[in-house]
């Protein structure tokens, strides 16, 4: 962590790093604080609740995965991008300290759906299978609807179980299961 960054970009930072290491709640505001180095005063001067730094988080966590799913679906063409996308998926499963999706995880510690993380974990999720989806209507599938729900399906089992497999056996896998989805 660099000392240039602003004291708010700190905060995410840390939290980003301990949150997908550690789990959201287990990480509290003193940890939060003295890892970023700022005051207590200056973390709820930026987010006024954890809950909102976690928000955030999930944000800052979206945009990387959006980046990364986009460049993926450029680099092929529209047949191809949807399976592109998934390589993108499989490929993170293979990342040093991979411990799941952000998104399945945080979902796990909030339970509440009108809860503003759970809500942010559903946005991501429709985002995600929106995607997909308008991916495999351009490449002409028979059922895009179906097709998009089963690799979102795929893509959440690939993340689970990239941290508990061996995770080049679940990227092969992803890339087969979905070969078997686009070819329908």
């Given at each position: 962590?660099?000392?240039?960054?602003s004291?708010?970009?700190?905060?995410?930072?840390?939290?980003?790093?301990?949150?997908?290491?550690?789990?959201?709640?287990?990480?509290?505001?003193?940890?939060?604080?003295?890892?970023?180095?700022?005051?207590?005063a200056?973390?709820?001067?930026?987010f006024?609740?954890?809950?909102?730094?976690?928000?955030?988080?999930?944000?800052?966590?979206?945009?990387?995965i959006?980046a990364?799913?986009?460049?993926?679906?450029?680099?092929?063409?529209?047949?191809?991008?949807?399976?592109?996308?998934?390589?993108?998926?499989?490929?993170?499963?293979?990342?040093?300290?991979?411990?799941?999706?952000?998104?399945?995880?945080?979902?796990?510690?909030?339970?509440?759906?009108?809860?503003?993380?759970?809500?942010?974990?559903?946005?991501?999720?429709?985002?995600?299978?929106?995607?997909?989806?308008?991916?495999?209507?351009?490449?002409?599938h028979?059922?895009?609807?179906?097709?998009?729900?089963?690799?979102?399906?795929?893509?959440?089992?690939?993340?689970?179980g990239?941290?508990?497999?061996?995770?080049?056996?679940?990227?092969?896998?992803?890339?087969?299961?979905?070969?078997?989805?686009?070819?329908?």
């Open positions: 962590m660099t000392e240039t960054l004291p708010r970009d700190r905060l995410l930072e840390t939290a980003s790093r301990l949150f997908y290491s550690e789990g959201i709640h287990t990480v509290g505001v003193d940890k939060l604080v003295t890892a970023a180095g700022v005051t207590r200056t973390f709820y001067r930026h006024p609740t954890k809950e909102d730094l976690v928000v955030a988080y999930l944000r800052s966590q979206h945009d990387q959006r990364g799913v986009e460049s993926a679906a450029r680099t092929e063409p529209d047949g191809d991008a949807a399976l592109a996308v998934l390589d993108f998926v499989g490929d993170s499963t293979c990342g040093a300290g991979f411990r799941g999706c952000p998104f399945i995880n945080a979902a796990a510690e909030y339970s509440d759906p009108e809860n503003p993380v759970r809500v942010m974990v559903s946005e991501h999720r429709a985002w995600f299978h929106d995607a997909l989806l308008d991916l495999v209507t351009k490449a002409g028979p059922d895009p609807t179906y097709a998009a729900a089963a690799l979102v399906l795929l893509r959440d089992g690939a993340l689970q990239g941290e508990l497999d061996d995770p080049e056996q679940v990227k092969a896998t992803l890339r087969r299961a979905c070969r078997q989805v686009l070819a329908a």
